[in-house]
């Protein structure tokens, strides 16, 4: 019921930039909270940022300072600059979306970020 479409992955140099941009599409529940999650190979996935449709933001330490989130209505934007060898994973788009009595948690399919020289 939920529908998000991830684009803007790729392979960049070390110090390079990207920008992921996560599409949301819902006609029955509200999107509260979007964001990006991470998992690189044989790690844990984790949190990289999240935003409300207030503009209240949470940014994973690691990142803060050269990744940027925002958002337009339901469509969320991760601008990430001066990328590092340890960013490469892949980035999910997450919506937490719900009618207000029950909240759940949907996935996009994953876009792969590739930093190397």
């Known amino acids: 019921q939920v529908q998000l479409v991830e684009s803007g992955g790729g392979l960049v140099q070390p110090g390079g930039s990207l920008r992921l941009s996560c599409a949301g599409s819902t006609s029955i529940f509200s999107i509260a909270v979007m964001g990006w999650y991470r998992q690189a190979p044989g790690k844990q996935r984790e949190l990289v940022a999240t935003i409300t449709r207030a503009g209240d933001t949470n940014i994973a330490n690691s990142v803060e300072g050269r990744f940027t989130i925002s958002r337009d209505k339901d469509t969320v934007t991760l601008q990430m600059n001066g990328l590092r060898s340890e960013d490469t994973a892949v980035y999910y788009c997450?919506?937490?979306?719900?009618?207000?009595?029950?909240?759940?948690?949907?996935w996009g399919q994953g876009t792969q970020v590739t930093v190397s020289s």
């Open positions: 997450n919506a937490v979306a719900g009618d207000g009595s029950r909240w759940t948690h949907y």
